[in-house]
């Protein structure tokens, strides 16, 4: 009697559990249909793929690119619950291909070849589809002061030409004219900034589009980007480039002749508020982008407050593209001098902390001491920096009077195995045996 109740719901759980499955992917399919405000394709997998392949380089069209539309990807027996619920619901040819669905779950078109981007876009706006671009633009058209439009409206152009970017150029885009390996050391924390950041030091040219390509995908940032820059606007507004935000304009020479173009806009903006992180994070990035100036230059010509020389300015990713500089040139003197000046401050910083001197500030400050992650951000901010610095110029004995300062003051145990890191990284491996622990 038991074996046979067992048997039944061994039988019945099984029988639920494939029930239950269609249900789930309608289910999820209505929730993703619901988060595409302009609708989204759905395109069945073929066995080598082309359909979903061509769909997506569709979709990148001048017609269709400003539109944004999603794209899920469904395999014909991997996802065959929700493929027969659709077809039920919507009364779809068995033989479809493709269907474009609005937000409201209607299926618009449907089709078994790949349609023309022209047709397409036609289609949407005779459904009344319209794009964030046109939207935005109608926008600041009527509000033409208002700069979270103008900003908007800029953001969503770049995120565009990204994306046709990378449709254009492929697996192009992380290849340089130099095939050498590189040698990252150091405590690097963004990929995106510290490849970059290699190609400036090693003057590496990345690939480039074509000039219509280019005139295609990015003039029309360039030209909104331009007319920001033209007037203090750009600085009233909240527009920024983030640290290790994706480089893609890179491959671009129309985006970069605008940022030569600009640039000195932002370095005067500097001079103004050498402590703004935002300032810093745009001048990173047209710099990374056009190369050839000099960040030490900038760096000496800003007046930051004397508070500030914490081993916090300039901003950590400011401080690696002076490195990269550094090795480039080899002019190690003035970065070290730099960096020093911030240990300097440090170093007093902690004497008062020792001596229960300070304000509550900096008291509070020197009680992080002991906190792994207050000892990492300080390592990677000021101290792997300085003592690259100090070892290229010869100096040990300052590199060797930071260690031991540190390892008294503050109780910072390893750090005589970081350094010896940053001494190998230097190729001097005899001072590195003589600081490891």
């Known amino acids: 009697m038991k074996q046979a109740i067992g048997f039944l719901l061994c039988v019945?759980?099984?029988f639920l559990m494939a029930q239950s499955a269609p249900n789930f992917s309608a289910d999820r399919f209505q929730i993703i249909l619901r988060s595409s405000p302009r609708g989204m394709f759905i395109v069945i997998e073929d066995e080598d793929n082309s359909l979903n392949k061509a769909f997506r380089k569709l979709l990148q069209e001048e017609s269709l690119a400003d539109y944004r539309l999603r794209l899920w990807s469904v395999g014909s027996e991997r996802d065959d619950g929700l493929l027969q619920h659709l077809k039920s619901r919507f009364s779809l040819d068995s033989g479809f291909r493709w269907a474009f669905f609005d937000s409201q779950e209607r299926?618009?078109?449907h089709g078994t070849d790949l349609p023309s981007g022209r047709a397409l876009a036609d289609q949407l706006t005779q459904f009344g589809i319209e794009?964030?671009?046109?939207r935005l633009r109608a926008f600041v058209r009527r509000y033409?002061?208002?700069l979270d439009g103008k900003v908007a409206l800029l953001n969503v152009f770049r995120s565009i030409a990204e994306e046709r970017t990378r449709g254009v150029l492929g697996d192009q885009i992380n290849q340089t004219s130099n095939d050498e390996p590189r040698q990252l050391g150091g405590p690097w924390r963004n990929r995106r900034l510290t490849e970059a950041m290699e190609a400036?030091?090693?003057?590496e040219q990345p690939v480039q589009l074509s000039q219509e390509d280019d005139t295609k995908i990015w003039l029309r940032w360039a030209d909104e980007f331009d007319r920001l820059m033209a007037n203090d606007q750009w600085l009233e507004s909240d527009f920024s480039f983030d640290f290790g935000e994706e480089y893609?304009?890179?491959?671009?020479q129309i985006v970069k002749n605008i940022y030569n173009k600009r640039i000195g806009l932002v370095e005067d903006a500097l001079r103004r508020w050498p402590s703004s992180n935002r300032l810093w994070g745009i001048w990173l990035h047209m710099f990374l982008v056009v190369g050839d100036r000099s960040v030490l230059?900038?760096?000496n010509s800003l007046s930051p407050m004397p508070d500030l020389a914490q081993g916090t300015w300039p901003p950590y990713e400011v401080k690696m593209v002076l490195l990269q500089e550094a090795r480039r040139t080899g002019y190690w003197r003035d970065v070290r001098d730099m960096l020093w000046e911030s240990w300097l401050q440090f170093s007093q910083?902690?004497?008062m902390v020792r001596s229960g001197l300070g304000t509550a500030a900096v008291r509070e400050w020197g009680g992080g001491f002991g906190n792994p992650r207050t000892i990492e951000i300080q390592w990677r901010q000021l101290f792997d920096p300085l003592f690259e610095s100090l070892l290229m110029t010869g100096d040990i004995v300052g590199a060797e009077t930071v260690i031991y300062q540190l390892n008294e003051n503050a109780g910072w145990e390893g750090i005589f195995d970081l350094a010896a890191t940053v001494a190998l990284r230097c190729e001097l491996p005899q001072i590195a045996m003589r600081w490891k622990r």
Not at 131 to 134: D, I, L, M, R, W
Not at 200 to 203: A, D, G, K, L
Not at 248 to 252: A, G, K, T
């Open 144 to 146: 033409p002061d208002n």
């Open 12 to 14: 019945l759980s099984n």
């Open 131 to 134: 794009s964030p671009v046109t």
């Open 107 to 109: 299926c618009l078109a």
């Open 200 to 203: 400036v030091r090693t003057e």
């Open 349 to 351: 910083r902690m004497s």
């Open 297 to 299: 230059r900038l760096v």
């Open 248 to 252: 893609l304009d890179r491959h671009s």
